[in-house]
């Protein structure tokens, strides 16, 4: 223990006099330093090279994040990245609650300090340009901006020249689409190309940095390189141009001391614009039943379920007696989804859609429609949308957009505002734009299919993928994995479940209560869940929206465990991956004057993600802020407790 205490003080003494060199370095003119509200990140900007870099810094760790990092565009043939002067710096700051519509919590706290630095560059051809920076006591976001120009009659940037340089080996994962996540990998040992964000760094110092961008409006998402042999990553961009003035999206770096300060934070919608929808009333989140895994599912009464309106009256018939908002009529309602002939303007013999949706209103049921791309351009956008509203949907899943980059960011953004036009919410789905923060902006955007759901992509994921996607894909915003099955053992022999689930029954549950989204998407059929209906009753409880998003604890890839406030209640979800674990939770986050019972849905003792997924046992305890649970989740399973308050005291 001795010789770890003199190691890790030889290690503190070598990065405060390393601090203290670069600080001595940067105490000269043409070198800026900035700070967020609260003092602890530190940020330096320096300009004495005729170019522009930047390094941040922890105080309070006593760690350098970033060294020099060069900041740059080309832009219109020009490198703005040399020959650069700052010629004014302006500096804001702003502290503002805002609530949300659709969110994590209730109310966000938008606090930070503002620099602006207007920039310019040498020579004939002589471009004004802005570097932004917003200094969060959560982390640090920057963009660039450039403004209008009498002798600019069209910008095209080309390149973007940002490096971010850290400044000693790490470790990170990244979103890898529709399959398991990439990571965890060393930096050192990397040479990839085009990394998907967020990407979720691990310090040598266990500081966790996320990086992502918010207010995807314009431009193409970025992605990042890592091939050369420092640590670092590049920025890689699609070419863009504009006649306008422009507005790069902002490109963020979380900050936090473990994993789940990334998911707790609300860096992504501060950055954007403040909501758009002056009334928002008919934006409502909810859990929702949804047609298309169960087709083929044969209840005990001989009923067999299909894409037809007798199925979805009996869907409706169960939504409207246990909670459940809304009914999800999925692809082929309207005919062959991937047939230019389907015009999702009126719906397949089999399916009576105004039946549907009048039945829907009297049982107090909303219907949300499935809409392919295809049919959309074809029939339309706004005509198939205006019918939808017409008919009474509230609102729409949207699935295999195509086109790629800025073209996909442009339409998807045309989805949005024309849903929130005629009052539709929206669920993106099949590798959507990145989350960015904009459901501030566009609250009627209410989730994505970003990350790999379950069942999806005609495969089935393990369990580690449900402990990585909450760390790296959901901070990035609302995620709809279709979490919930409860037919674990014979959902694939449906026709459209294609592979075994693996997992446990309680961990579906409990993902419900880990996954932060606007629609619950339930996939399994009605009977399914009240065969187990003592288990259901805790998705029954669960509310159309959670107050809050707490993250007890976790590790990426193995573990995590999440707290959720619904007005006096609480909803705990924990899970785990291939490996049984056991975890203490300490209720220390409760009122202190509270006392609660606890209902707590657990794996049996024989549970097992492979061959004993639906075993789970039920026990009720009285506890407060002072009590502290072992749990035990089996292997590739979960847990979940409902704490009910007992007094008002």
């Known amino acids: 223990m001795k010789n770890h205490l003199k190691v890790n003080k030889k290690i503190g003494i070598a990065i405060f006099l390393m601090l203290a060199i670069i600080y001595h370095s940067y105490s000269q003119i043409s070198v800026y330093k900035f700070k967020s509200p609260d003092g602890k ?10 170019n522009v870099e930047f390094s941040l810094f922890l105080i309070n760790k006593k760690e350098i994040i970033l060294d020099k990092s060069p900041m740059g565009l080309v832009l219109n043939g020009v490198d703005l990245s040399k020959n650069i002067t700052i010629t004014s710096i302006k500096e804001n700051t702003v502290k503002e609650t805002w609530n949300t519509v659709v969110g994590k919590t209730k109310k966000v706290v938008n606090h930070y300090n503002e620099y602006i630095l207007e920039c310019t560059n040498k020579g004939k051809n002589k471009i004004l340009f802005n570097i932004v920076f917003r200094c969060y006591n959560d982390g640090v976001a920057f963009r660039y901006i450039i403004p209008e120009q009498d002798h600019l009659d069209s910008i095209k940037i080309e390149r973007d020249l940002t490096v971010l340089n850290f400044s000693d080996d790490f470790t990170f994962w990244a979103t890898n689409k529709e399959k398991h996540n990439l990571g965890p990998i060393l930096r050192s040992k990397a040479s990839l190309e085009k990394i998907q964000s967020p990407v979720i760094i691990k310090t040598k110092l266990d500081t966790y940095i996320g990086i992502h961008e918010a207010a995807i409006f314009n431009f193409a998402p970025f992605t990042l390189s890592a091939t050369s042999e420092y640590f670092n990553f590049e920025f890689d961009i699609e070419k863009y141009i504009t006649n306008t003035t422009l507005e790069t999206s902002w490109r963020t770096i979380f900050i936090g001391n473990t994993p789940g300060d990334l998911i707790e934070s609300n860096l992504l919608v501060n950055l954007n614009p403040s909501c758009k929808i ?14 298309w895994r169960v087709a083929g599912y044969i209840a005990k009464d001989g009923f067999e379920y299909g894409l037809n309106t007798t199925s979805h009256k009996r869907f409706i018939d169960f939504a409207s007696k246990n909670n459940i908002q809304y009914l999800l009529m999925d692809a ?16 397949v013999n089999n399916i009576n859609i105004v039946e549907n949706m009048n039945y829907a209103k ?17 029939f339309g956008l706004e005509k198939v949308l205006k ?25 998807t953004r045309k989805v949005v505002e024309l849903c929130a036009k005629y009052k539709l919410m929206v669920d993106f789905h099949d590798y959507p734009i990145p989350p960015s923060g904009d459901i501030r902006t566009w609250p009627n955007l209410i989730t994505r299919e970003f990350g790999w759901a379950q069942a999806d992509a005609k495969s089935s994921y393990f369990p580690e993928t449900i402990v990585s996607s909450p760390f790296i894909n959901m901070i990035a915003g609302p995620l709809d994995l279709t979490s919930g099955w409860f037919d674990l053992n014979n959902a694939h022999s449906r026709k459209k479940v294609f592979k075994e689930i693996p997992g446990t029954v309680v961990a579906e549950v409990a ?16 009977e399914e869940y009240l065969r187990k209906d003592d288990l259901f009753d805790c998705i029954r409880k669960m509310p159309v929206q959670f107050d809050s998003l707490l993250v007890l604890d976790g590790k990426i890839g193995e573990y995590i465990s999440v707290a959720r406030r619904s007005e006096d ?81």
């Open 41 to 50: 990140i530190n940020l330096v900007v320096s300009n004495k090279n005729k």
């Open 278 to 291: 002056e009334d928002t009333s008919w934006i409502k989140p909810g859990k929702s039943v949804w047609d």
């Open 332 to 347: 082929d309602w309207y005919g062959d989804e991937f047939s230019d002939n389907s015009n999702p303007s009126s719906s």
């Open 362 to 378: 009297e049982k107090g049921i909303g219907i949300i429609l499935y809409l392919n791309d295809i049919g959309a351009k074809k």
């Open 387 to 411: 019918q939808f509203s017409e008919w009474g949907a509230v609102g729409v899943k949207y699935g295999f957009m195509t086109g790629e980059g800025q073209e996909k960011v442009k339409y």
């Open 511 to 526: 993902k419900l209560i880990v996954i932060y989204t606007g629609w619950i998407v339930l996939p399994d059929a009605p």
């Open 569 to 649: 209640d609480w909803f705990i979800g924990s899970l785990t991956n291939r490996n049984a674990r056991e975890i203490t939770i300490d209720f220390s986050f409760l009122p202190k004057d509270k006392e609660y019972e606890a209902t707590i849905y657990m794996d049996a003792d024989k549970t097992h993600y492979l061959n004993n997924k639906e075993s789970y046992k039920i026990r009720k305890k009285h506890l407060n802020s002072n009590t502290k649970l072992l749990i035990k989740m089996a292997p590739g399973g979960g847990n979940a407790i409902y704490l009910k308050e007992t007094n008002n005291n």
